[in-house]
């Protein structure tokens, strides 16, 4: 047995004291102190360094209980800046936010596509570009890009076996490109992972302790959260709920597996039978025309099922059937409190699938005696991986250890418990 | 959002030094502070500490490098001892291990079988108090009694649902009832997580960050590590294997699902699907015999497959299939390293599941493109979880935090890191 132990460094007291200044808004130090356990002096001393370094101000006093009254703390929003950049098939995403988390530029684009992997880069560079122009912030204060993508990553290489319609990703190291593009420090990391992070941070699942954010755009996947912290596994691919076996002889999938969630009832999969129905691939308008992507076919099928077109609504309520008993697994070996569906194919037929995930989990989830398992339609279903990607740059900048997250696969340290 | 953020709590520091220590050996003060990333003060203070409680104790010198001779630190292995007890239906291990986790007495007693929880209690009492005695060691260096049982566990009840053998548990407080007849403290947990906390100290899972201990006696769970600290879930019944759905429109389960792994290929449906082949009843010694147990009639269809019997090894196989593929959700999920087959239904079959898991796992896990998974067998199949069962009792002790575990569900700090 060898190797170092996890160092209790100095930079966690401080990611974990920022966090709580995030979350609570405006709090003194005597409120850290209650919600950090760490002992005054060494909140003295955090908060001494994180004012002279800008990320923290002091904000008038709290009403006085009696005493003296204490000095308010809370971050300097405009201190810090991060982009987050959610690249996929079907588009690219680009977010801007500031240190609190908040989104202050947006912007949407076409998606990779078939184009060359360094043309889509030397656009995303200009993209970047664009977005922290237009919001009129100083370039100086954008610490890096985060960048997330489907599918697993490999340290060596970036994507090491992104889903079909990316395959020609593989193996181009797309986190050095865009980082050479640009100027910016560029973190790599899966978009599952992004969105629950992001849907942490954007408020979306009640401040559980294990949560699961299920993301379903082109496929299926799912970000693990454990205390806030993104749990990211041996290599930063943990959660791959799309390829739970459902049927150890049923089709095969592209992952070389058969019976995976994602062939039996993935967004593919239900757009592939949508069109093997001449009269459902024509009222949803499918017919007749060539498929722009999956996602764009997916949701013409959604709009569809929420219009009441009986064919659609029985595709999609079977494809949840699926996933509910997907999710069951999940809950299963994660323990779950909190199930967010998040991704731009639960935009517009989550309201469908939600109440049958909930339904199953409700029946046969298998420590139901305990607690249940809340299953929650994201706020923020379209963004959450971008606002996820920024958050990363923010935690890692705050954390010095967390640069070689990517490397290590495991948090090394508590930075986004919230209170 | 609120609720206390997690303590930088001092016994931390205390117990991740203790763990190293455990780990190493022996090992000096300037090891301490490289292995563990702690200040020299920091190291000083907390050995110190060790020192005046009798944890640790000053052994000698290392071999000069040039300068000063360090002294060498190392446990005081007969300071402290904990019993752990593995119950189930089909029997009883205790065991008494000491402050570095080396078992310094077993014993092994008939299961709870269907005798009343009261009586069991009263027995269990009774065989802990033979253990201590038996080895003649200071009562008063036994800290406590860790007690795992199969299933999920409740804090207001103990055993929220057990499995069937045990439904006569289901609401008795077992954990009180013991800590009563015995006057020692009892911390309750689940077997399989026992199992895997007891391959990590018995070093059973090389060091890997990730690790899943399955688990089969007479059901088949799992206990999960993240750098070698139990990943217990919202409820401490996390690594629900048995219940991983294969089929969704396939058998009853106990649990209230259908096709979960155990009812599909579980030992008591191996062990039924073998009395219903009357060639193979007889010459695995089932025919014209009442059932013992789940777990005896499963060893001994085990007995049949190891001797070359056809029929016992082919129901063999495909249980192992079965378990290969949700083996490989388990590890698409977790992002797994090392997976290790423990309990006493892998002491005999092991060898025959094995080699069908790491090959599933070779050809199917999905970032199998970035690293393997590998498959290892269990040296202490039969004791890892009453091993297990003493650590968590010597881990709680050590780091105050601890004792909340089982009600908070997620283990709040990590002590057992390895170096």
């Given at each position: 047995m060898s190797g170092p132990a996890r160092p209790t460094s100095h930079a966690s007291s401080k990611a974990a004291v920022l966090d709580v200044i995030r979350a609570a808004g405006t709090i003194s130090r005597v409120g850290l102190i209650t919600a950090t356990g760490l002992t005054g002096a060494t909140i003295s001393t955090v908060v001494r360094g994180l004012i002279e370094d800008g990320l923290v101000v002091e904000t008038g006093r709290a009403e006085s209980t009696g005493g003296k009254r204490r000095v308010l703390l809370q971050l300097d929003h405009s201190s810090r800046y991060a982009v987050g950049v959610h690249l996929d098939h079907a588009g690219i995403t680009y977010v801007l936010?500031?240190?609190?988390?908040?989104?202050?530029?947006?912007?949407?684009?076409?998606?990779?596509?078939?184009?060359?992997?360094?043309?889509?880069?030397?656009?995303?560079?200009?993209?970047?570009?664009?977005?922290?122009?237009?919001?009129?912030?100083?370039?100086?204060?954008?610490?890096?890009?985060?960048?997330?993508?489907?599918?697993?990553?490999?340290?060596?290489?970036?994507?090491?076996?992104?889903?079909?319609?990316?395959?020609?990703?593989?193996?181009?190291?797309?986190?050095?490109?865009?980082?050479?593009?640009?100027?910016?420090?560029?973190l790599l990391d899966n978009d599952a992972t992004a969105a629950a992070l992001g849907e942490h941070w954007s408020g979306g699942v009640d401040n559980a302790a294990t949560v699961a954010a299920i993301y379903m755009g082109t496929g299926i996947g799912s970000g693990l959260l454990v205390n806030g912290i993104a749990y990211r596994g041996a290599s930063g691919n943990a959660g791959e709920v799309g390829?739970?076996?459902?049927?150890?002889?049923?089709?095969?999938?592209?992952?070389?597996?058969?019976?995976?969630?994602?062939?039996?009832?993935?967004?593919?999969?239900?757009?592939?039978?949508?069109?093997?129905?001449?009269?459902?691939?024509?009222?949803?308008?499918?017919?007749?025309?060539?498929?722009?992507?999956?996602?764009?076919?997916?949701?013409?099928?959604?709009?569809?099922?929420?219009?009441?077109?009986?064919?659609?609504?029985?595709?999609?309520?079977?494809?949840?059937?699926?996933?509910?008993?997907?999710?069951?697994?999940?809950?299963?070996?994660?323990?779950?409190?909190?199930?967010?569906?998040?991704?731009?194919?639960?935009?517009?037929?989550?309201?469908?699938?939600?109440?049958?995930?909930?339904?199953?989990?409700?029946?046969?989830?298998?420590?139901?005696?305990?607690?249940a398992v809340r299953v929650r339609l994201s706020a923020s279903a379209a963004t959450a991986s971008a606002i996820g990607a920024a958050a990363m740059v923010l935690q890692s900048e705050l954390v010095p250890l967390h640069h070689g997250l990517r490397l290590q696969g495991i948090e090394p340290e508590p930075v986004a418990r919230v209170t």
């Open positions: 936010t500031n240190l609190g988390g908040s989104v202050v530029g947006r912007i949407s684009r076409p998606g990779a596509g078939a184009a060359k992997p360094a043309d889509v880069v030397a656009r995303m560079a200009g993209e970047v570009a664009a977005l922290v122009g237009s919001v009129g912030i100083d370039r100086e204060r954008v610490l890096g890009i985060g960048l997330v993508s489907p599918g697993p990553l490999s340290a060596a290489t970036g994507m090491a076996l992104p889903p079909p319609t990316m395959r020609q990703w593989s193996d181009f190291p797309v986190d050095a490109a865009l980082g050479q593009a640009t100027g910016l420090p560029v390829h739970i076996c459902l049927d150890p002889d049923g089709p095969q999938c592209w992952c070389g597996a058969r019976g995976c969630l994602e062939a039996l009832a993935g967004p593919a999969a239900v757009v592939a039978e949508a069109r093997s129905d001449r009269a459902l691939a024509k009222t949803s308008g499918l017919a007749g025309r060539r498929t722009r992507s999956v996602a764009a076919d997916f949701a013409a099928v959604s709009r569809a099922a929420r219009k009441g077109e009986a064919a659609a609504v029985a595709l999609l309520e079977r494809s949840a059937r699926y996933l509910a008993v997907a999710t069951r697994t999940l809950a299963n070996i994660m323990d779950l409190e909190v199930v967010v569906l998040t991704g731009p194919s639960f935009a517009i037929a989550g309201a469908i699938y939600a109440p049958i995930l909930q339904e199953e989990l409700d029946r046969a989830f298998f420590s139901r005696a305990n607690h």
